[in-house]
């Protein structure tokens, strides 16, 4: 996948994520969406390494491994802000 296809998954990765983990986030949508798009590079990064997804193509499984990725940086994110 090109650059510009991660950033969109990212960006539905990050809704899906803010769907899944809702809550109250100082940046909002913004933040929502930059996490998103991190979430798409580490977790389909991570995910090609495993075998779940792939970086070069679009998949169900490289949607879910941006999800996930998204998923824990958004829950990182929220720790530290707390804790801040």
């Known amino acids: 996948m ?8 990212g960006l ?6 803010k769907y899944i983990m809702p809550g ?8 929502t969406a930059l996490l998103g798009i ?7 990064w991570l995910g090609s ?11 169900f499984a490289s949607l879910i491994t941006a999800v996930v990725g998204a998923l824990v ?3 990182l994110y929220r ?3 707390d804790k801040a």
């Open 38 to 44: 991190a979430g798409a590079f580490v977790g389909g």
């Open 2 to 9: 090109g650059f510009i296809s991660w950033i969109i998954l």
């Open 49 to 59: 390494f495993i075998g779940i997804g792939t970086t070069g193509e679009f998949s």
């Open 73 to 75: 940086l958004l829950f």
């Open 12 to 17: 539905i990765a990050g809704i899906l994520a």
């Open 79 to 81: 720790s530290f802000k």
């Open 24 to 31: 109250k986030d100082s940046g909002g949508l913004v933040i």
